[in-house]
C-alpha cells in the first residue's frame, strides 16, 4: 500500500494571478505557504480486477472510461499500456484533514498527491516540477495550488 500526502497551503497575497487568464495578459505573483494539514492519497492493488474509488462518493468500475471522477479518471489514463489492457486492478483513497472548500487549495493538493501516488505506484520517476506541470493539467486552474503543494513541506 501507498500513503502519499501533499500539503495544504494559504496564500497571503496575489491569488488570482496564477489564473492563465490573468497571468498572460498581466503577469502573476503569489506568496503562499504549505502548512502543516495535509491531503492523503493511498493506492493499493485488490485482490480482485476492478478500479475501486473512496472519496467523496464509492465508485467501482471495470474500465477507465466508466469512472465518474474526472481528475481520477484523466490521471488513471495516463497509465502504461501493459497495464491498460490487463483489466485495471487499483484502488485509491482519499482523505483529508480539512474538508475541502475552505479555501486552503484543496484540489490542487489532491492533484499532486495523486499524481505522486500513481507516479510512484507505476514506478515512474518525477520531480517536484513535473509533478506540479502534471496536477496543473489535472486541476486545470491556477498554478499556485498544484506548485506549493508539490514542493511544499
Not at 476492478?50 to 489514463?77: C, D, F, Q, T, W
Not at 515512474?124 to 486552474?141: H, R, T, V
Request: proline share 6%.
Amino acid at each position: 500500500m501507498l500513503i502519499v500526502r501533499a500539503p495544504l497551503r494559504i496564500t497571503l497575497g496575489g491569488g488570482g494571478t496564477d489564473l492563465p487568464s490573468y497571468y498572460r495578459e498581466h503577469g502573476g505573483f503569489c506568496v503562499s505557504a504549505a502548512i502543516d494539514k495535509y491531503v492523503y492519497v493511498t493506492v493499493t492493488r485488490p485482490f480482485v480486477p476492478g478500479i475501486y474509488l473512496k472519496y467523496s462518493e464509492i465508485e467501482k468500475a471495470n474500465y477507465i472510461s466508466a469512472v465518474k471522477h474526472p481528475m481520477i479518471r484523466k490521471a488513471l489514463s495516463w497509465q502504461p499500456l501493459k497495464e491498460k489492457t490487463d483489466l485495471s486492478q487499483i484502488e485509491i483513497t482519499t482523505l483529508a484533514d480539512i474538508p475541502a472548500g475552505t479555501g486552503l487549495g484543496s484540489s490542487g493538493s489532491f492533484a499532486v498527491a495523486l499524481t505522486k501516488a500513481l507516479y510512484t505506484h507505476w514506478r515512474w520517476m518525477g520531480s517536484p516540477e513535473l509533478i506540479a506541470q502534471m496536477a496543473c493539467e489535472l486541476e486545470q486552474g491556477g498554478k499556485q495550488d498544484p506548485y506549493i503543494a508539490a514542493y511544499g513541506g
